[in-house]
């Protein structure tokens, strides 16, 4: 199902940002048993102002009307539309890490649209253990499962050194879009989407931004 | 340890996420023993060319030379202080979720500067059980083990409904800089920093790139 009214390309990471914000929102309201939201709610939980949630929304056709609110389910599947999520992602994930682990299936990823279908990992102590449900496969037996079966998103959480020849396993393979949760920069072809979560990324970023405070 | 020619502020946070994978890389070679590496081998982990690594590095003052490479103990060592990673950073982590989890000390923070130093959960289930080597504390003895010993950046890995007050209580108890990983935009005063880490909003954006492009 895809909305004429629906553009996807020239929207701004923090635009996406944000309607991932609204959904995450109006999920939990729906499960609450509300049929609407005041655009106010809405605005707090992306971090934006109703005017903007007007104005992001507007960009995908017209939704909302003023005293009234945002009817929850209506809006909840449009915003899933949106994102793409109203098909399903198969995801793979190499390295049995703990982020990894946070991806294992049962937390919640099938409703969300994404299924975590295989683990894979290069260390033989792995291999073969239980994650989440899902028993650790050999990752040399990633191109041949991927043959039988493509996957939409690759999760690359294998150490530093062997995360691109990872990565560049997963795209020769048919994956479009790479999670990679290794501290290092991962080289993809055009066309293909990388996002990077890193824990000591991120600390990082905190520590310069305290030094940096405590200087002004 | 304070360089001189260290400046801290109006530094892009793309600048500060390639320092930290600088020094990702700079603390391998170093493990790995390695006295200089060479320029290109710095670009090719933080996603630059030789030319952005000398810019990046010769903001901070002079480093390198043509021909040699980089000293990877000494630049380690000044990327740790441009960073502000030559002072330890307290930590405190309020909800023993998954990614709570990976933030427990053993995982290398210490080394990294890093002191994970207390967990908190709001849920009574979690409270008393041993994460990491830590003893999960009940949340309401946040405020007064803070005011005791204060924290430099605190952890919200509580639900979406939780994470504001979490937020609030943090920074009043004195926490300079949040980790987010509750998938809702945080307020928080300014002179506060803040960054997010969710898996969610990561693999909302991958979906969305894949329709995207899936339409060009």
């Known amino acids: 199902m895809i909305h004429k009214a629906t553009r996807s390309r020239r929207v701004a990471p923090s ?58 389910a209506p809006l909840a599947e ?43 990992d290069l260390d033989p102590a792995r291999i073969g253990t239980a994650q989440g449900g899902l028993v650790v496969r050999d990752a040399a037996r990633l191109e041949a499962d991927l043959a039988g ?23 020769r393979a048919g994956v479009r879009a790479l999670l990679n949760l290794a501290p290092v920069h991962l080289d993809v072809p055009s066309g293909v989407a990388v996002t990077q979560v890193n824990l000591a990324l991120e600390l990082d970023a905190l520590a310069f931004a305290i030094r940096a405070g405590g200087r002004k």
């Open 78 to 120: 449009r915003v899933r539309a949106i994102l793409g999520l109203d098909r399903g992602h198969r995801v793979v994930v190499v390295g049995a890490g703990p982020l990894g682990a946070a991806l294992a299936p049962g937390a919640g990823w099938r409703e969300r649209g994404f299924e975590v279908a295989a683990v894979y």
């Open 15 to 72: 635009t996406v940002r944000r309607l991932s914000l609204y959904l995450g929102f109006l999920e939990q309201r729906r499960q609450d048993g509300a049929a609407t939201v005041p655009s106010r709610a809405l605005a707090e939980a992306g971090g934006a102002t109703p005017a903007q949630v007007r104005k992001d929304l507007s960009f995908f056709g017209s939704f909302g009307r003023r005293g009234v609110g945002y009817p929850v």
């Open 149 to 171: 079966r493509p996957a939409d998103i690759g999760v690359v959480g294998v150490p530093v050194e062997a995360a691109q020849g990872v990565a560049d396993r997963l795209v």
